[in-house]
């Protein structure tokens, strides 16, 4: 297996730009998710890895080796389509391919491609065509597979749970470009941008506007005149836009609390509810709250912040402020 390294990858089609100046390095081993919504540019990088697409300028080094414009079959890669089910194919081992199934021929493309110990797994919304409940089988056995055989794997997905349930690494693509790249407990806990924390998360982050000036060393910020407590600032901004970002786990609803809410609605989850809420000054929220507190819409309510875990944006550039919970986290 072996290291992929991307070094500023660009790619477009005409004047339109698919890939911009991407770069990123999946470490030997990996499990490593491309995720974003469609034509974010995930494929296009997948085949440009694969050797199918040609980069417009940029690097692809296999295991340090420069591939940038080898062909596809000088690459040693295993490139994987939709597959259905992987694991289970001793049975059919034996038998012709022309004789299986559809689904069938999926799992022995697969198997094929691990006996070939290629240098890396290219994997295309592979279980882009199950529903739900068998795709959440399929994570769990890839994963499995995964830790079995440590393969460098590269996984294409427009969806969250997948990457988030399978990856070692997401690198999260908007627009053409990486909006954020780590594991998934940075992406969740440390959104880089507000997509990040929109794309990132069911129900996703909510948002606060708020108009505000912060400093470095500030460890809360006034928002609708109620002081909020959060991790201390590491940089600050003129008087700008600022959006409070926290994610629905980390509202509780109090009563007495100076923050103040009405309850617009709830749904219920079985084991929590989430509950949405607008903000004196508008901003629709989310809480996720135990099933068995009772809520009724039009109530009025407080809502405490867990501090540690809120997030501060600059709404203009849409980027994350460095607070204490970047420290030591990568950060971009
Ligand atoms: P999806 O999940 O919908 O496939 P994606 O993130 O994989 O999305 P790409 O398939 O990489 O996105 O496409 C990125 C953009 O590039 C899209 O706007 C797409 O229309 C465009 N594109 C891709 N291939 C070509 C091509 N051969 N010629 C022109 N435009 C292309």
Not at 117 to 132: K, R, S
Not at 175 to 201: C, H, K, M, N, W
Not at 228 to 242: F, H, K, N, V, Y
Not at 263 to 288: F, H, M, P
């Amino acid at each position: 297996m072996a290291e992929i390294r991307i070094e500023h990858l660009h790619k477009a089609f005409g004047g339109f730009t698919a890939v911009r100046d991407s770069t990123f390095t999946v470490p030997d081993g990996d499990f490593f998710c491309l995720l974003g919504p469609s034509g974010c540019g995930k494929t296009t990088t997948l085949r440009m890895i694969a050797g199918l697409e040609l980069p417009t300028s940029g690097r692809i080094l296999l295991g340090g080796d420069d591939v940038s414009f080898r062909r596809a079959s000088q690459r040693d890669i295993a490139f994987v389509f939709q597959l259905f089910g992987i694991l289970r194919i001793t049975h059919l081992l034996d038998r012709p391919v022309a004789g299986l199934s559809s689904g069938d021929r999926q799992r022995v493309a697969l198997g094929r491609a691990i006996v070939r110990e290629p240098l890396a797994f290219l994997l295309d919304e592979p279980l882009g065509a199950l529903d739900a409940e068998f795709r959440e089988v399929m994570c769990g056995e890839l994963r499995a597979l995964h830790d079995r055989l440590h393969a460098t794997t590269v996984y294409v997905t427009h969806d969250q749970l997948e990457a988030m349930s399978m990856a070692d690494t997401i690198a999260l693509m908007n627009g053409g470009v990486i909006e954020q790249q780590g594991t998934p407990e940075d992406i969740y806990d440390r959104p880089a941008s507000l997509f990040a924390a929109d794309f990132i998360g069911s129900p996703p982050m909510s948002f606060v506007p708020f108009r505000g000036r912060v400093a470095p060393g500030d460890s809360s910020v006034r928002v609708g005149g109620v002081d909020i407590a959060l991790p201390q600032l590491r940089e600050g901004s003129i008087d700008t836009d600022l959006v409070l970002g926290v994610r629905p786990e980390n509202i509780a609803l109090a009563p007495d609390a100076p923050f103040r809410a009405e309850v617009i609605d709830a749904e219920y989850l079985g084991t929590t509810q989430i509950v949405t809420l607008a903000t004196a000054s508008g901003a629709s929220v989310k809480a996720r709250i135990a099933a068995d507190i009772r809520v009724q819409p039009g109530e009025h309510t407080g809502l405490t912040l867990r501090p540690a875990k809120l997030s501060l944006f600059d709404q203009r550039s849409g980027r994350a402020l460095r607070t204490a919970l970047h420290d030591g986290a990568a950060h971009g």
